[in-house]
């Protein structure tokens, strides 16, 4: 399954994108996305691919917006090139909507692992934190926001990565604001204060993120979605479950 996201398995057909990436699988899906399990044909490789899934009933401006955000994920990623950031190989369009290209990464998120073992060892919590951080600052440096650090967008992967992904709501340098006032996007267990009060909003609020999500993987005492909770007479359009507008394994759906 692809971190963040919860399983799907319909029967599907074995769609040709592009003329070149077959798709094979659903590997999970979210409020707003869908990722695949892909055939490169052309280079005979496994890859992700993110599908736009738009909710029903959205209106042209919504739609628009969805699309604007996912490219804007698709450039956050590719401008990074870390070995702790989930690789962007392309993006497709079919019937006007993105399809983000991503490295395959082998793996079990964060969530799952606490989910399935329990809190584990500091020490491996720490090393875990490190490669977040990693991503994080090679993400800062570049002037991208991620916004939505959390047990469900670390990936450990079978290799022994750890790999920070959906980049959905990250920032680029001149991004016009993407919320409007009182609504605030991200999972509230994780958010940092200024996040959910409309504060100055900088890398700080990825790295209290970060501290809350490696905090609760180490420690004996952590519960399940624990951590700080949204402040009052907030809107947030995020939750404690796993990738709520993202699901996924290599990217997340958004």
Same mark, same amino acid.
């Given at each position: 399954m692809i971190a963040g996201y919860l399983p799907v398995v319909p029967d599907t057909p074995r769609q040709l994108i592009a003329n070149r990436y077959r798709l094979v699988r659903p590997l999970g899906q979210g409020g707003m996305g869908r990722v695949w399990q892909a055939r490169d044909e052309m280079l005979q490789r496994d890859v992700a691919i993110?599908?736009?899934?738009?909710?029903?009933?959205?209106? $042209?401006?919504? +739609?628009?917006?969805?699309r604007e955000r996912s490219m804007r994920e698709a450039r956050a990623v590719a401008r990074?090139?870390? #070995? =702790?950031v989930v690789r962007v190989f392309d993006v497709l369009h079919s019937d006007d $909507?993105?399809?983000? #290209?991503?490295?395959? #990464? !082998? %793996?079990?998120?964060?969530?799952?692992?606490l989910e399935a073992e329990g809190p584990?060892?500091?020490?491996?919590?720490?090393?875990?934190?490190?490669? #977040?951080?990693? &991503?994080?600052? &090679?993400?800062?440096?570049?002037g991208v926001l991620h916004r939505d650090v959390k047990p469900a967008n670390v990936l450990l992967a079978d290799d022994g990565r750890v790999v920070l992904t959906d980049f959905g709501l990250a920032t680029l340098p001149g991004d016009p604001r993407m919320t409007q006032t009182g609504m605030v996007l991200g999972s509230p267990a994780y958010l940092a204060p200024e996040r959910?009060?409309?504060?100055?909003?900088? !890398?700080a609020a990825d790295l209290?993120?970060?501290?809350?999500?490696?905090?609760g993987a180490g420690s004996? $005492?952590?519960?399940?979605?624990?951590?700080?909770? !949204?402040? !009052?007479? +907030?809107? %947030?359009?995020? %939750? =404690?479950?796993?990738?709520?507008h993202h699901r996924r394994r290599a990217g997340s759906p958004d």
């Open positions: 993110k599908e736009l899934v738009a909710p029903p009933g959205l209106r $042209d401006d919504e +739609r628009r917006e969805m990074l090139g870390h #070995v =702790n $909507d993105p399809w983000i #290209v991503m490295e395959l #990464v !082998p %793996s079990r998120s964060l969530h799952e692992v584990m060892p500091v020490a491996r919590a720490a090393r875990i934190g490190l490669g #977040v951080l990693g &991503a994080l600052r &090679a993400a800062h440096q570049a959910a009060t409309d504060g100055d909003v900088g !890398p209290w993120s970060l501290g809350a999500a490696a905090s004996a $005492d952590q519960r399940r979605g624990g951590g700080p909770a !949204p402040a !009052p007479g +907030r809107r %947030s359009a995020g %939750s =404690n479950r796993p990738g709520e």
